[in-house]
């Protein structure tokens, strides 16, 4: 297998109302290249969230007293803290510099999600309001426009439990479902796999993470192709509720 990915250039800084379909196609054209069947695109949640203009302006929000206690602890603004609060189901750990929630999408990470990068000062982007259905709508568009299917991620860079450093996760997806399950396979051995899944969408997600980066990359949008994903994955209906553990089976929350 030859994977290829590539970053796209020449997309503007996202503002609401932008059609990112729109500007996806045609970032594409300047760049020599089109969609193809089956390519992969991964687009970062803060500019999803900004096309669709749900930011959070800092400066309008009033802390309550919870917000303020925890500000005190965490070292952060109590007007952010207010605001994690407000986007998470469950506030599961608090340290000396770091919030831990459930957000309301069910996903576990830092800050419900919360970004201040990669946005104007003084606002701030959250999780999209249902990023599966950002990726289906984006998808729909750019397979009208080019007659070819393919699959859209939505990713965020999270953290993980035990381990240093954040890495590209699925947070919503269209096209793809986001976990393949391998059980029944052989090994090198001849051996029958028995419980081996792989979080497909999350690797997708990490290796165009690599390319996207963290600071002033300004790609936001990244292409994948070459990765044959097996006929069994293709599902229209896909979403990344898969991929969440259900709380009665996280034993680190129980």
Known sequence: ?????????????IKKGDNLADLIIESLKDMGLEIQEDDILVIAETAVAKAEGYTINLQEIEPGLKAREIARQTS?????????????????????????????????????GI??????????T??????????????AK????????????ISDTQGRAFREGAVGVAIGISGM???????????????ELKTTTIAVADELSAAASVVMGQADEGIPVVLIRGFNYPEMLKNDSSNVKPLIRPKKYDVFRQ
């Open 142 to 153: 750019i397979q009208n426009k080019t007659g070819n299917d393919l699959v859209v991620i």
């Open 76 to 112: 952060k603004e109590p007007e952010l803290v207010e605001a994690i609060i407000q986007e998470s189901n469950e506030l599961i750990k608090i340290g000396p510099d770091f919030i831990i929630s459930e957000t309301k999408h069910g996903f576990v990470c830092a800050n419900a």
């Open 126 to 139: 959250p999780i999209p309001k249902n990023p599966d259905i950002s990726a289906s709508l984006i998808r």
């Open 115 to 124: 970004d201040e990068s990669n946005v104007e000062k003084g606002l701030a």
């Open 177 to 191: 479902d986001p976990l393949w399950d391998r059980s029944g396979e052989k090994d090198l051995y001849n051996r």
């Open 1 to 13: 297998m030859i994977l290829k990915i590539m970053g796209i250039t020449g997309i503007p800084l």
